[in-house]
């Protein structure tokens, strides 16, 4: 979310008065202060023709072909530059649907509350779900609430699920992809794990690091429109980072990849950060990425019209399918050395020096 | 950063390297960050075939004590002290767990960058316990000492360290005296000399006959060490020399040097997968013996056998490679580490495991 839209938000929506400074377990009841809650905050900050009727579920309209995912969202902490996890929340799913090609409309909206979060965060990550609703163009259209005891949570957790419609023009498939198909980022890698690191750790650097949580289904929805089936792969590289997502798909299809380590696009802040910390950039999580593997006849095209795009502009190409080495992931270091490119074994560990 | 990086400057070093080499040599990169880099980079494929290129025991993590690692755990499980380390200490094995396990099973413990971290965690939480698990090479005894330093001067009784410090010459000396090396010239680790300085080099390469070149961590700082190292082989000279100059200073950082001996003193240490090397570690004087987390608590624990399919000694000692290990990618991956060196990114055989074709399935 901007600052202006930010801003904007919190003088047009002031906190209702409630009995209540924090959020108790009775909030998860399904009693009165449920609803009380609901009444006074959910419903009036979400707003929309399906949610009013606030029936057990949403009554919708849907044709054709859809995608749908799920995704659970645990952020701590909850509040860090550049977001919060209520952004971070809507901006998954609608980028999960956004990369199967479709076009996000509605999505449910489900928080699992820790005793003792304060009204006000619970209030500032719902303006925040509403303002990336805005943005995005998708409705909350069902949802619900619980309370977990304090300790048995971290804050807050919130599930999305959402469908869309697929793009008529869109074939996202891994079995599309083929030899000479250039694989593109849209935009720096490792920017959103790294602003987590440095607050969660506590680094100072010259400037802060804002995580790059944003929607994509906008920019995609673009792309697809301009260049159709010739993209033949979308994936955002959330967890696991940028290496993952392509050795995933390395190993689920019958061809290779080579990487280009001089290509990848990486602020230099966050770079250092890496450095200092002995991570590796590839494996680092982002927010508001993603990957797409183009037919090489559009690449350079495809490559131009993205950098047009606000969200596209440090977009790169950086790789290529070969058929060489099946199902390996190998990268070309910057000083032209060749290694394997793997997944890791658990989550990566800052090193001792 | 990318100066150090650049692909040209690496051709010319390679390009003069090949010029230079003329018989069989074998150059052993002390530190892990060399080994990473060397890995990472591509480096090792692109040297020419005369050069073996064999890690040393420079991996902190690797060679921290299996017992020292259990009693760790004991104290976080057991005792309910909070545990704070550094991050790759948590998946090396213990004999029974590694710290990530015992973290699952509710102990305390907690990831960090600096010991200085851990004194103000325990000025906030007065009520409890503290311990520090001082791992390392002589790069992080000052802060180490400095932590032990603070903690004295606040008064703080409830924090201590964990230490298990270890000295870098001492181990290149047991290197080269093993029967089985076979080891021409050293690539010392850059970021121990920038603490220490370079003076404990000179007689151990005149007596043992061997070059020895402090080299960085960039793919350039070890591409240009390994030349240095060559042309002194090729030259039939050895020496020390510097190539990390823009960091070390010949002298070291006296400040730091200060620091680490007001509280530690010199002391034989055990080597995980290698046995004890004289005078290789640091352990606490007696001024700061309550800050001795081992005393503190008093931890008697059973000495456990390594997995007796690991041969992590002879790789650290440079003897054997990870690939000639029978278990490598078999029995023993990152995911089931039979010993040390298969944990850390900095370990030769995590190294070659996650940068070489075996594939985590």
């Known amino acids: 979310m901007t600052n202006e839209n930010k801003i904007r938000m919190q003088l047009q929506c002031p906190m209702p008065k409630l009995d209540f ?109 509403r303002s990336a609703c805005e943005e995005a163009n ?41 030899k000479g198909d250039k694989i593109i980022v849209s935009g720096n890698i490792a920017t959103h794990g790294m602003s ?82 002995g991570l590796d950039p590839l494996y680092v999580a982002n927010e508001g990425l993603f990957i797409s593997f183009v037919d090489a006849s559009i690449a350079d095209s495809f490559l131009d019209s993205l950098k047009q795009l606000d969200k596209g502009k440090n977009a790169q190409i950086i790789g290529t399918v070969v058929v060489e080495h099946p199902k390996q992931v190998i990268l070309e270091s910057s000083i032209g050395g060749k290694r394997v490119v793997n997944m890791l074994p658990g989550e990566q560990l800052p090193r001792i020096c | 950063m990318k100066e150090y990086r650049d692909p040209q400057l690496a051709k010319k070093y390679l390009d003069e390297i090949k010029r230079t080499v003329t018989q069989d040599w074998t150059i052993m990169e002390v530190c892990g960050g060399q080994t990473h880099s060397l890995v990472k980079n591509g480096i090792i494929e692109m040297l020419p075939e005369q050069i073996t290129m064999i890690h040393g025991p420079g991996c902190p993590v690797c060679v921290t004590p299996l017992n020292l690692i259990d009693k760790a755990i004991y104290l976080a499980l057991v005792k309910n002290v909070i545990l704070c380390s550094f991050g790759d200490m948590l998946r090396v094995p213990g004999s029974r767990m590694n710290l990530l396990e015992a ?32 791992v390392g090479f002589e790069t992080t005894a000052p802060a180490n000492a400095l932590s032990v330093i603070h903690a004295h001067r606040k008064g703080l009784s409830n924090y201590s360290i964990l230490a298990s410090h270890v000295l870098v010459p001492p181990a290149m000396k047991a290197v080269i005296n093993d029967e089985e090396n076979q080891i021409d010239g050293f690539l010392a680790a850059g970021h121990v000399c920038t603490i220490m300085g370079n003076a404990e080099y000179y007689p151990l390469s005149e007596q043992h006959g061997v070059p020895i070149v402090v080299t960085g961590f960039e793919p350039l700082d070890v591409l240009q060490g390994i030349l240095m190292v060559l042309r002194q082989l090729e030259a039939d000279k050895t020496g020390v020399e510097n190539q990390y100059s823009r960091i070390v200073k010949e002298e070291g950082n006296p400040e ?28 606490l004087k007696d001024k700061y013996q309550a800050f001795d987390a081992a005393k503190k608590y008093n931890v008697e624990i059973e000495e456990a056998p ?9 790789i650290m000692k440079g003897i054997k490679k990870p690939y000639e290990c029978s278990q490598f990618g078999k029995k023993c991956k990152p995911t089931n580490p039979l010993g040390a060196p298969m944990v850390s990114s900095e370990g030769a055989c995590a190294a070659y495991y996650h940068f070489s074709g075996l594939a985590e399935k």
Request: charged content about 25%; some cysteine.
């Open chain 1, 21 to 129: 400074d924090v959020i108790t377990l009775g909030h998860g009841s399904g009693g009165t202060l449920t609803n009380k809650l609901l009444d006074c905050g959910v419903f009036d900050i979400l707003s929309n023709n399906f949610l009013d009727k606030r029936h057990d579920g949403a009554f919708l309209n849907m044709n054709g072909q859809m995608a749908f995912s799920t995704d659970s969202f645990l952020v701590s902490p909850i509040f860090f530059p550049g977001g919060n996890i209520g952004e971070i929340a809507v901006n998954g799913t609608v980028n999960d649907l956004a990369v199967c090609g479709a076009q996000p409309k509605y999505l449910s909206l489900s928080f699992i509350i820790e005793e003792g979060l304060k009204m006000t965060e619970f209030w500032e990550v719902l303006l925040a779900i």
């Open chain 1, 138 to 178: 998708v409705k909350i259209v069902t949802g619900d609430t619980k309370v977990v005891e304090k300790g048995k949570g971290d804050k807050i957790f919130i599930n999305t699920s959402g469908v869309g419609a697929i793009h008529p023009k869109a074939n996202i498939d891994e079995g599309n992809i083929k």
């Open chain 1, 196 to 277: 987590i690191m440095s607050i969660r750790e506590g680094l100072d650097f010259d400037t802060t690091i804002e995580s790059d949580t944003t929607n994509l289904n906008h920019t995609i929805s673009q792309l697809l429109d301009e260049y159709g089936e010739k993209i033949h792969l979308l994936k955002d590289p959330t967890r696991g980072g940028v290496a993952t997502v392509l050795k995933e798909i390395a190993e689920s299809s019958k061809f290779g990849i080579d990487l280009f380590e001089n290509n990848l696009p990486i602020d230099e802040q966050v770079g250092s950060a890496c450095e200092l910390l």
């Open chain 2, 103 to 134: 973290k699952a099973k509710g102990a305390d413990i907690r990831v960090l960058y600096s010991p200085l971290e851990a004194i103000k965690i325990a000025e906030e939480n007065p009520e409890q316990d503290i311990v520090f698990f001082a």
């Open chain 2, 256 to 283: 730091a040097q200060k620091m680490i001996f007001e509280v530690f003193e010199v002391k034989d240490q055990m080597w995980r997968g290698i046995g004890e090397i004289p005078d290789s570690g640091f352990a």
């Open chain 2, 306 to 314: 390594e997995h007796p399919d690991c041969i992590s000694g002879q």
